[in-house]
């Protein structure tokens, strides 16, 4: 699988920004894609995910903020984040699994992800 991510940026409190990330090489129509990020000195931790069928799961720190959807036509999964805080300052990263090679459940914890975008830096700002 290639991912790349795309949109990260930096911008003020309460400010809005979609990422972007383009995927290549599923090889069934049976997948897992996720959003992760890793805050200054902190774990990276999974934040959304959304599967082949668009059941999404989100992390408590962003539920009701962001929005996970698939842009099938177009080979893209988007990170739709509104309301950002500071706190919300990370590197982002989109990854995906495959269930033909791999547990075909759909998480938010990293190792079950095998491919991982080079991510992108979003910075919020008092």
């Known amino acids: 699988l290639r991912l790349m991510e795309s949109g990260g940026g930096s911008l003020q409190i309460g400010g809005s920004l979609i990422l972007s990330c383009a995927v290549s090489?599923?090889?069934?129509?049976?997948?897992?894609m996720g959003w992760f990020r890793q805050r200054p000195g902190k774990e990276r931790e999974g934040i959304a995910n959304i599967d082949h069928d668009d059941h999404t799961i989100y992390a408590e720190s962003v539920k009701g903020r962001f929005t996970i959807s698939k842009d099938n036509a177009k080979n893209t999964v988007l990170l739709t984040m509104n309301n950002l805080q500071p706190e919300d300052t990370a590197i982002y990263y989109c990854?995906?699994?495959?269930?033909?090679?791999?547990?075909?459940?759909?998480?938010?914890?990293?190792?079950?992800?095998?491919?991982w975008g080079q991510g992108t830096q979003v910075t919020v700002s008092t």
């Open positions: 990854a995906a699994h495959d269930f033909s090679s791999t547990v075909p459940i759909c998480t938010l914890i990293s190792p079950d992800f095998t491919d």
């Open positions: 090489g599923f090889t069934t129509g049976r997948y897992c």
